[in-house]
């Protein structure tokens, strides 16, 4: 039954879309949908532990585990569900705390789902390597959203974990005992120096479901654990001959500024953190770069502290306030705040910023021609610098050239994708690219587009997929594998070489083996593997079909589709590279499958084996003689 629920509670939350979330506020709402996108990922995990049960190992473990999987998505589902409700009107004072108590409750929900996926008991369930690979990449990227959401320490919520695990089987007995204590006189006194706690531990409690009475119970157990842990450091020894140098110069003493209290002037009014780039925008009010950098990309165009509509979006440099924080910070002895070069928080605001501005306000234009020469002179920029790719980034012009890849002309749609493959070089762009939504967009555009659009929107999927959570989202995009194997087939010379190195990146991951497999990739790939006309083609053949041979379903295509005398051929008359390849790709073929192996014997493969075992390449004479054993093994039965 909980392997049921929890398939329901995936379905549920992989149905939510961006028009669910319309009324819900940002982050919120990019929060919710980030979270229905990975948990959606989670529904072969789950239908593979439903048809397995738990006959392959320990019950009690299974059951266990699957109640924590359970709970983990309920919580998840409640999150969700806060996004789909209707928002409520808040003040701009308190607009920061609901943001504050978004990011709690999203890294709880996170962190939850992450420690269970990591605890899988892989004897109790029959879990195949391609969902194993998924669960694995899931947690991945579930582990990157906790620590974009700040520096909650995670060991409170696993103390909360383990607390509701013990209030969740004694739950009836505490109940009844709870009503006839006057506690709560108590839990106000332990909770006068812990509210940040409490705080956190309500909000927690919330999104797992706990009543408020319970969840303030859970907390003064927390605090009195705390409190007991800080008595018992209290009474160890402190060695007489560490310095005070020794101390101050502790990583815990530098990093943790919080020890001593941050003067409100200093802190970013949306992270309440120490700024360490302070920047002011045209209301006069001054945020971190990050933060308020990452306000405006989501669409917003207020000022978060006083709600006033921003004149525009330029990000001027405090650097009087820069410089009071760094002398502030010496005189309370705390390592300085750093800006980062590599984070874009380091560029000056100059005029190459307003003029790229301008730039991406006219991808906006109602001129057909404005938006063409627009999306041109981008395109331009961000093949030029790292500078200009970040700066165009935070301009919000990877939204609009998004939008810009429906066009329908053609040309406007060309100069887009291709600033949209420029943009992505830099790697924190790729994933500002796909939370756009660019993904659907690129792959009309790879199937409908002009051949030089298409050839770009296939070298655009190559440079998203270079990071492997966007393995997944690509390859379960429909129509996208197949309209890559398409132009792998049809394409101009550049279009197929383009499409061969985006389909060899995305089949690393193993899904995708069997998506481009059942897309018809086969067929394209032996037609390569005979064209010697073309410089390349047979390696990128030979190269995408030794990562597809490694999926049992498509070694057995490949023998199907007839591959083994083309193989066979490379042996005798193909470069020293091609050789070991097809040696290799022979010698998966032929493992456990007597079968093919008969056939390369059939089919003269002996001498060029035995030839390649002596002049080869180191690999390739390790492949040979491996084949060449084989096949004395099957003539000796």
Known sequence: MAAEAAAEIVREIAAVGAADLAAAAEPLRADCLRLARKVSLLSHLVAEVAEAGAGGGDADAADSWLGDLVRALQAAR???????????????????????????????????????????????????DEVQEEVDLVRAQLQREMEKKGDIDVNIFSKFHDILALHVSTVGSQSEQSHGQPDTPQMENLCNGHLELQNIIMLVSEISGVPKSDAERITSQLIEGLENMRVTDSKKPVSVSQSSDETKASPETHKKSDAVAIPEDFRCPISLELMRDPVIVSTGQTYERAFIQRWIDCGNRTCPKTQLKLQNITLTPNYVLRSLILQWCEE????????????????????????????VRNLSSSSLDERKS?????????????????????????????????????????????????????DQNKELIVVAGAIVPIIQ?????????????????????????NKITIGSTPGAIEALVELLQSGSPRGRKDAATALFNLCIYQANKVRAVRAGILAPLIQMLQDSSRNGAIDEALTILSVLVSHHECKIAIAKAHAIPFLIDLLRSSQARNKENAAAILLALCKKDAENLACIGRLGAQIPLTELSKTGTDRAKRKATSLLEHLSKLQVL
């Not at 928002?87 to 990011?103: F, I, L």
């Open 78 to 128: 409640r999150f969700v569900e806060l996004g789909r409700a209707p928002a409520r009107p808040s003040r701009a004072s308190d607009q920061d705390a609901v943001c504050n108590n978004v990011a709690v409750q999203f890294k709880f929900v996170t962190w939850q789902l992450q420690t269970v996926l990591a605890r899988l008991p892989q004897s109790c369930f029959q879990i195949s």
């Open 374 to 426: 627009a999306a041109a002179e981008i395109r331009s920029l961000a093949k030029k610098s790292t500078d200009n790719r970040i700066l165009l980034a935070e301009s919000g012009a990877i939204s609009a050239l998004v939008k810009l890849l429906s066009s329908k002309d053609l040309k406007t749609q060309e100069h887009a994708v291709t600033a949209l493959l420029n943009l992505s070089i830099y």
């Open 445 to 469: 555009v790879l199937r409908k587009g002009g051949m030089e659009a298409r050839e770009n929107a296939a070298a655009a999927i190559f440079s998203l997929s270079l990071i492997d959570d």
């Open 332 to 359: 309370k002895g705390i390592e300085p705040p750093t800006r980062s070069k590599n984070d874009g928080a380091y560029l000056e605001v100059g005029g190459e910023r307003v003029a790229i501005e301008t730039l």
